[in-house]
């Protein structure tokens, strides 16, 4: 190329955005670059190989290029080629786009002198078509990821056992329904495109279509749990109970205006009725509790119902007082053995009774049936003193045969116990007072007879004294007597055949002091109030009454001490009342002794040595009271005691 050539290529491209280079002979030596092309390449090269000003160059196949176009004389054509140049002479090539071409420069001859490269940058361009087609890709891969998510819902939302739909508008028309949503509503396929009112006419007045409205309206989601909603399932006009706990959750668009509802939920049908049952089973077994602690309460014996560990089910009320706790849910056979060790729980000798002896316990843990057992409890709250019981238990098994509880009942013997030991000391009384007439008539009798024998005759003052000493033994045996003979007829529920007279009260309880005070060592003041008070009574029961009174003040009086009868007329409205009151300075009767006093065979815990037979007092009320009058008692301990028995009186004319 000529020198005037190459300075008219210079000035024509020295403006040009063009790249523009000359590569010169076989060895590629730049004799021109524009200075477009040597901002790409970042240096200046003129003069210089483009293996030594490109040494970057190496291995990206332009230096093979530039060979074989200068050998072959083909040109190359590149579009949007990389090539990788140090602009900044760091060391670090930066990625460049180039579309450009090698035109091979030939002489008049046709010789091959060199090359002239063409072309222009498009890394720019390059790179914002990569860009866009980067984002179109990421677009296609979410539009395809949606599409793939969307279908992996639909598959869940079709396999999902929870009733899925989707309503669309404000008129809620089925867009979506899975098969678990067709099950339960039982019209197949025939939902989609359909209002919710057109669907389910049955749902009107259960406001369901009142909620969907709401939610619609008001964009709040709306949840229910065992919701009762009515279906005509079968399409036969009768409806079916079901139950669902659901949620309806509005759906909004892109503007966030609702603009459909999802429907989420699941059938509870089974579940509900199975706890209903449940609960209707329970409120049975409550009934029947309710209705067994009901009877079991009105039982006299304590009753207790245990499982197959012996803790307590149920217990009266009686159990509870006479065990001293609210038993239920406690171990009743730890309750025994507790009470057995401490000593609380003995048999009747005071001796412990061995834990695997205990009723309860042979029951639940060996089967037996246990009766008849006789045992002390221990001293509660409401007991001062222990409580002599009879124990019986026996299993409870089921179908099978199996232990699954027991049932033991405690009777209060204490009355019983009480009523055997009156009746020994009565026994041992009757046997003591029976003797004594009896002797009294024997010794008599026999005097009598030994005078008889010696041929002596007895005096008439003798034989008046010993037959007045036979009469007053027989009465005492005769009133004695009498006395069993009452108790025995009150005891069979039989009223007394009073033989009813007028009779002078004052009198009668001056003759009875008068007896008593020549056999007893005691002064006793009779204090009247009047001269004499007539009561209709039988003479020898009302005798027996004032005498047992008398009696009684003597027996609990320190030696010596004086006993005071006080006779009064008293009017209580339009009936006159003779009042006999019977007091003493003796030991007096414990408080928690004076509401059982006048039971038969009850006897104070203090009267100690005295001897008696329980039948006294008990038998003053009894014929007082059938003579239509009251008896009452005040005592002290330690301080005496007062009796006062008030009966009906004749008007004095």
Partial sequence: MSEQSSVDVRDLVAQAPTLMAYLDGPDHIYTFASPSYERVVGRTV??????????????????????????????????????????????????????????????????????????????????????????????????????LERQRLRDVFQQAPALIAMLGG????????????????????????????????????????????????????????????????????????????????PMRDAAGAVAGIVVQGIEVTAQVQARQRHEEAGRRAQAEHDRLQQVLEVLPEAVVLTDARGEALMANTVARELLGADIVGRSMARVEREASATGGMSRLDGSPYPSDELPLERSVRRGEEVRGVQALLPPTATEGSAVPVLMNSV????????????????????????????????????????????????????????????????????????????????????????????????????????????????????????????????????????????????????????????????????????????????????????????????????????????DRFYRAENVGAVEGTGIGLASVREIVEQHGGTVAIESRKGAGTIVTVRLPAVEPR
Avoid at 185 to 192: D, F, Q, T, V, Y
Avoid at 469 to 492: K, R
């Fill in 395 to 598: 299993p409870l098994r089921d179908d099978g045969g199996a232990i699954t509880g027991a049932i033991v009942v405690f009777q209060d013997i204490t009355t019983i116990k009480n009523f055997e030991r009156a009746r020994d000391a009565l026994l041992a009384t009757v046997t003591h007072d029976l003797k004594n007439p009896l002797t009294a008539i024997q010794g008599l009798a026999e005097i009598t007879g030994e005078q008889a024998a010696c041929k002596g005759t007895p005096s008439s003052e003798q034989v008046v004294t010993r037959q007045a000493g036979i009469v007053t033994a027989a009465t005492q045996m005769t009133g004695l007597l009498n006395e069993l003979l009452d108790v025995m007829q009150l005891e069979l529920g039989q009223p007394l055949a009073l033989d009813r007279r007028p009779t002078d009260l004052v009198a009668l309880v001056r003759r009875v002091v008068d007896y008593q005070g020549e056999i007893a060592a005691h002064p006793i003041q009779v204090d009247a109030a009047v001269a004499a008070v007539i009561c209709t009574v039988d003479t020898e029961r009302m005798e027996r009454v004032i005498g047992n009174l008398v009696s009684n003040a003597i027996k609990y009086s320190p030696q010596g001490a004086g006993v005071t009868v006080r006779l009064a007329r008293a009017r209580d409205a339009a009936v006159g009342w003779a009042v006999l009151a019977v007091e003493d300075r003796g030991r007096g009767i414990p408080e928690e002794d004076l509401p059982h006093v006048f």
């Fill in 46 to 147: 003129h003069g210089r190989t483009i293996r030594d000003a490109l040494p970057e160059l190496a291995g990206q196949g332009f230096y093979e290029l530039l060979d074989a176009v200068y050998h072959d004389g083909t040109p190359f054509v590149a579009t949007e080629m990389p090539a990788r140049y140090d602009r900044d002479g760091d060391g670090a090539p930066e990625e460049t786009y180039v579309s450009f071409t090698l035109q091979p420069w030939r002489e008049a001859n046709g010789a091959i002198t060199g090359i002239l490269v063409t072309g222009i940058e498009v890394t720019e361009t390059v790179r914002a078509r990569q860009r866009a087609e980067a984002a179109l890709a990421r677009v296609e891969a979410a539009r395809a990821a949606a599409e």
């Fill in 170 to 249: 404000p008129e809620h028309i089925y867009e979506f329904v899975n098969p678990a949503y067709e099950r339960i509503a039982g019209r197949g396929g025939a939902l989609i495109g359909r209002t919710v009112r057109d669907a389910f006419p049955e749902l009107e007045g259960q406001g369901f279509y009142e909620l969907l409205d709401e939610v619609y309206r008001e964009g709040v989601p709306y949840a229910a749990t065992e919701a009762l909603v009515r279906l005509d399932r079968r399409d036969e006009g009768t409806l079916e109970d079901a139950y669902v706990s659901f949620v309806y959750q």
